[in-house]
C-alpha cells in the first residue's frame, strides 16, 4: 500500500478527476474531416457474415447505399440479415456471391480464419472492402493481403474503430509529440477471455454448412461452442482476447509509439492460467511483454475487471486500455475516457507545428470517403496487418513458450526457423490462396 502525503492524495485525485474528458482546444479544433459530397450514385453494398458485428457494421455502410447481397454459412444469421435487408439476394458461398455483377463494396463480418480468403478474393473481382477486424489468423496472410491490396489498387478499411475515437487520437498525439517527455513504457490491459470445457460435440444444426464454416482450418466435430460468437477462444480460428482485444489497444499502442508500419523488436510471455483439455484453447489468462527497437518497453496483460465484450465486471479492478507513460507523467486511455497525471499534460494545446495524426470521427465515414475518393482509408491494409501481427507475434511466445527476437523490416524472426514455422498455417484442401478466384 502507498503511502501518500495529503497534498500528492488531493494532487493525484484532481489530475484523475479534472483531467477524464477531452479538452476545449482539442475539441475547438476545426479539425472534423468533411465528408466526401454525396453526389455520386449509392454504393451497392454486399455483406458476407452475418452474424451480430457483421449486421452492425453492414447497418453503418446501409446509411451510403443500397444493400443488394448478403451471405452466410448459416440459415438462421442469413434469415436474420434478411429481415433487415429484404430486398437483397441471400447466398451461402461467397465466392457465388462475388460473381454477381452489380456490387461495389463488401462487409466482411466472418469469423477470423475466413477474413483473409474473403478479403483477397474480393479484392480481386474489384470489390473494395470493409473488414472487420483482426484482419487476419497469420501474419503470411497479411502480408499477402498487403500485396493484394497494392496489386488491385481497391480501397480496404480494417475495422479497428478506435482510431476514429477522439480521445484515441488526442492521447497518441500527445505522446507522438513528446508530451509524456521520453516514452518509457506502454501497458496495454484486454479483457481475459474464457477457460470453459470440456465441451461435448453434437449434431450440426438444420441448415449450418459447418465444413465451409470451419474453411482452411483443421476439420473438428461440430461443438457449439466453437461456432458462433465463441469461436475467439480457439486457437483454431483466432487468438483469444489478445487478438480480439489487441486488435483495438495493441493497434493504439502501435499509434502512440509510431511503430505502426514496423513493429518490436523482442517478445516474451506467459500464460497465467491451465486450459482445461476438451475445452477452449487460447490462453484466457496471459502477460505479454514487447521491446521496440528504439527501447521501449510494453507489457500486455489480461485484466478480470472487465467480461470478454468489455463490461466491467469489476469497478474497482484494473480496467482495459491503454496507458503511455514517459519521463514526465503518464496518460490513459481507453473507450469514452481519458486520464493524466497532470490536467496539463491534456490541457495545454498542442504548438502549431506539432505532428497531427490522420483525422476521422467516423470509422465508417472514413471508408465510404475512401471509397470515393481512391486515398487511403485510415486503417489500410498494412495498418490492420501490423497491428495484428503485434497480438500473433505474442500469441506465437505463448504457444512456444520462450523469448523471440523478430525482424519487422522483414518480418521473419531472427535466427529462429522454428518460430518461423509459425508465421503461417497450412490450410486444409480445398482451400488455398489460389481457391478462391
Ligand atoms: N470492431 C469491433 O469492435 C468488433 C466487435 C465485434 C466483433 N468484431 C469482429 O467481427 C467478426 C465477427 O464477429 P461476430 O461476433 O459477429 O461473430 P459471429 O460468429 O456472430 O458471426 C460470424 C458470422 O459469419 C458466418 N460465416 C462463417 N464463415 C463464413 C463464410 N465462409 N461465408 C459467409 N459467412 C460465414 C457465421 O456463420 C456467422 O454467422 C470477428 O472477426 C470479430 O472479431 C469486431
Not at 91 to 98: E, P, S
Not at 312 to 340: C, M, Y
Request: with cysteine; aromatic share 8%; charged share 25%.
Amino acid at each position: 500500500m502507498y503511502d501518500l502525503s495529503r497534498r500528492e492524495f488531493l494532487h493525484t485525485a484532481a489530475s484523475v478527476a479534472a483531467a477524464t474528458s477531452l479538452p476545449a482546444w482539442f475539441l475547438n479544433e476545426a479539425q472534423s474531416a468533411a465528408p466526401i459530397a454525396k453526389n455520386d450514385e449509392p454504393l451497392r453494398l454486399a455483406l458476407i457474415g452475418c452474424g451480430g458485428r457483421g449486421r452492425g457494421v453492414a447497418g453503418q455502410a446501409a446509411r451510403h447505399g443500397r444493400m443488394v447481397a448478403v451471405c452466410d454459412v448459416d440459415d438462421a444469421n442469413l434469415a436474420e440479415a434478411r429481415k433487415l435487408w429484404p430486398d437483397a439476394a441471400p447466398f451461402k458461398d461467397f465466392r457465388k456471391l462475388l460473381e454477381q455483377p452489380g456490387i461495389d463494396v463488401i462487409v466482411n463480418g466472418t469469423p477470423d480464419h475466413w477474413h483473409t480468403l474473403v478479403n483477397i478474393a474480393a479484392l480481386r473481382s474489384g470489390r473494395d472492402v470493409y473488414s472487420e477486424k483482426p484482419l487476419t489468423l497469420t501474419i503470411d496472410e497479411g502480408k499477402r493481403l498487403v500485396q493484394v491490396v497494392r496489386d488491385t489498387g481497391r480501397i480496404l478499411q480494417t475495422g479497428s474503430q478506435q482510431r476514429s475515437e477522439k480521445n484515441f487520437r488526442l492521447a497518441c498525439e500527445l505522446v507522438r509529440n513528446h508530451r509524456l517527455g521520453r516514452l518509457q513504457h506502454v501497458d496495454v490491459w484486454l479483457p481475459h477471455g474464457r477457460s470453459e470445457g470440456p465441451f461435448e460435440s453434437r449434431p450440426v444444426p438444420t441448415g449450418f454448412d459447418w465444413d465451409m464454416w470451419q474453411g482452411q482450418t483443421p476439420h473438428a466435430p461440430f461443438v457449439t461452442e466453437r461456432a458462433h460468437v465463441t469461436f475467439r477462444y480457439w486457437w483454431e480460428y483466432s487468438g483469444g482476447t489478445l487478438t480480439d482485444w489487441g486488435a483495438h489497444h495493441l493497434d493504439i499502442a502501435l499509434w502512440g509509439t509510431g511503430f505502426e508500419r514496423s513493429g518490436p523488436a523482442s517478445i516474451e510471455a506467459q500464460p497465467l492460467v491451465e486450459m482445461i483439455p476438451g475445452g477452449f484453447t487460447a490462453f484466457s489468462e496471459y502477460e505479454v511483454r514487447y521491446v521496440y527497437p528504439n527501447g521501449v518497453t510494453q507489457t500486455c496483460r489480461s485484466t478480470t475487471a472487465n467480461a470478454w465484450n468489455g463490461t466491467v465486471l469489476d469497478p474497482n479492478g484494473q480496467q482495459h486500455g491503454v496507458k503511455f507513460t514517459g519521463s514526465d507523467g503518464w496518460i490513459f486511455v481507453t473507450r469514452g475516457k481519458i486520464e493524466a497525471s497532470d490536467p496539463e499534460l491534456l490541457t495545454t494545446p498542442l504548438p502549431a507545428d506539432a505532428l497531427r495524426l490522420d483525422v476521422s470521427d467516423d470509422h465508417m465515414q472514413n471508408f465510404i470517403d475512401a471509397v470515393r475518393s481512391r486515398k487511403p482509408p485510415l486503417c489500410d491494409a498494412e495498418i490492420g496487418h501490423r497491428s495484428v501481427s503485434v497480438c500473433h507475434l505474442g500469441v506465437i511466445a505463448l504457444r512456444l513458450g520462450r523469448k523471440l527476437q523478430w525482424d519487422a523490416a522483414r518480418e521473419q524472426f531472427v535466427g529462429d526457423a522454428e518460430a518461423d514455422r509459425w508465421l503461417s498455417r497450412e490450410m486444409r484442401a480445398p482451400w488455398s490462396y489460389d481457391s478462391i478466384g
